[in-house]
C-alpha cells in the first residue's frame, strides 16, 4: 500500500494516464477524476493526501473545487495546473487556497519535484518542536499547525500547506524580522522561482485570516523594503 494517494483532476484523458503512470513509478497511489464534480463526490480527506487540479475543467472548474474543499474544512494539499501562466489566475489560486501552481506544458521532473516539496512542508509544519506543540495563540486568534487549521473571532478556516509554513516560520522568529528571500527559501525551497510579490499575496491572505482588522493588521507586521515580522500579543 502507497504510503502517499494522490487524486489527479484532468479532463484531458491522455494527461490523466500519463499523469497516473508516472506517478505510481515513483511509490504514489493515484485515483483519477475527469471533472469537478467527480472530484468532490469521490474525496476521501482520511486517504487523499494530494490534489493535482486542473483549473479548466467541464461544469466546475479547478478554483472552484479548491473554493469548496477549504469551506469544508478540508486541509489536502492542492498543486493546480494550467494551460496559461497567467499572474491574475495565480493570485485567485492563492486567494481560495491552493499550495502551488504549476502552467502547462510543464516538465515532468518539476512536477515531482513540487509534489515533493508539498510533502516536505507538511511533515515540517506538522511535527512538534521545542516552541510549540502544533497549536499557538497569535493575539486572540489560534493555529493549530496539526489540522491546519486557524480560528479568529469565531471562525475556523483551512490552512494550505504553505499558509501554514509561512506562519511557523514567522511564529518561530517572532519578534524578529523575517526577509522574503528567507521565507521563500524555507517554504518554497532552493532553486524555487517564486518572485517577492508572490510572499506579499500569501501574507495578505493570511492576515485576512488571523487579524481581527485585516486592513490594519497588528501581529504580522511589514518591514518596508525588507520582510515581516510577527508580533504574537498587541
Given at each position: 500500500?502507497?504510503?502517499?494517494?494522490?487524486?489527479?483532476?484532468?479532463?484531458?484523458?491522455?494527461?490523466?494516464?500519463?499523469?497516473?503512470?508516472?506517478?505510481?513509478?515513483?511509490?504514489?497511489?493515484?485515483?483519477?477524476?475527469?471533472?469537478?464534480?467527480?472530484?468532490?463526490?469521490?474525496?476521501?480527506?482520511?486517504?487523499?493526501?494530494?490534489?493535482?487540479?486542473?483549473?479548466?475543467?467541464?461544469?466546475?472548474?479547478?478554483?472552484?473545487?479548491?473554493?469548496?474543499?477549504?469551506?469544508?474544512?478540508?486541509?489536502?494539499?492542492?498543486?493546480?495546473?494550467?494551460?496559461?501562466?497567467?499572474?491574475?489566475?495565480?493570485?485567485?489560486?492563492?486567494?481560495?487556497?491552493?499550495?502551488?501552481?504549476?502552467?502547462?506544458?510543464?516538465?515532468?521532473?518539476?512536477?515531482?519535484?513540487?509534489?515533493?516539496?508539498?510533502?516536505?512542508?507538511?511533515?515540517?509544519?506538522?511535527?512538534?518542536?521545542?516552541?510549540?506543540?502544533?497549536?499557538?495563540a497569535i493575539g486572540m486568534a489560534g493555529?493549530?499547525?496539526?489540522?491546519?487549521?486557524?480560528?479568529?473571532?469565531?471562525?475556523?478556516?483551512a490552512l494550505s500547506a504553505k499558509e501554514?509554513?509561512?506562519?511557523?516560520?514567522?511564529?518561530?522568529?517572532?519578534?524578529?524580522?523575517?526577509?522574503?528571500?528567507?521565507?521563500?527559501?524555507?517554504?518554497?525551497?532552493?532553486?524555487?522561482?517564486?518572485?517577492?510579490?508572490?510572499?506579499?499575496?500569501?501574507?495578505?491572505?493570511?492576515?485576512?485570516?488571523?487579524?481581527?482588522?485585516?486592513?490594519?493588521?497588528?501581529?504580522?507586521?511589514?518591514?518596508?523594503?525588507?520582510?515581516y515580522r510577527l508580533k504574537l500579543y498587541?
Amino acid at each position: 500500500m502507497p504510503d502517499r494517494l494522490i487524486m489527479v483532476v484532468e479532463d484531458d484523458e491522455l494527461l490523466s494516464e500519463g499523469l497516473k503512470e508516472a506517478l505510481e513509478a515513483e511509490g504514489y497511489g493515484v485515483i483519477l477524476a475527469k471533472d469537478g464534480e467527480t472530484a468532490l463526490t469521490s474525496f476521501n480527506p482520511d486517504l487523499v493526501d494530494l490534489i493535482i487540479l486542473d483549473i479548466m475543467l467541464p461544469g466546475i472548474d479547478g478554483f472552484s473545487v479548491c473554493e469548496q474543499l477549504r469551506q469544508q474544512g478540508h486541509k489536502v494539499a492542492i498543486l493546480f495546473l494550467s494551460a496559461k501562466d497567467a499572474y491574475d489566475d495565480r493570485i485567485r489560486g492563492i486567494e481560495t487556497g491552493g499550495d502551488d501552481y504549476l502552467p502547462k506544458p510543464f516538465n515532468l521532473d518539476e512536477l515531482l519535484a513540487r509534489i515533493r516539496a508539498i510533502f516536505r512542508r507538511i511533515e515540517w509544519v506538522s511535527a512538534p518542536s521545542e516552541e510549540t506543540s502544533g497549536w499557538v495563540a497569535i493575539g486572540m486568534a489560534g493555529v493549530d499547525f496539526r489540522s491546519f487549521s486557524a480560528t479568529c473571532a469565531g471562525k475556523r478556516s483551512a490552512l494550505s500547506a504553505k499558509e501554514c509554513a509561512i506562519l511557523k516560520l514567522l511564529y518561530l522568529n517572532h519578534g524578529k524580522v523575517v526577509t522574503r528571500e528567507r521565507i521563500i527559501q524555507a517554504v518554497w525551497g532552493a532553486g524555487a522561482t517564486p518572485t517577492t510579490r508572490t510572499v506579499d499575496n500569501f501574507i495578505v491572505r493570511l492576515r485576512k485570516l488571523i487579524e481581527p482588522d485585516p486592513n490594519r493588521p497588528k501581529h504580522i507586521r511589514t518591514v518596508r523594503g525588507v520582510g515581516y515580522r510577527l508580533k504574537l500579543y498587541l
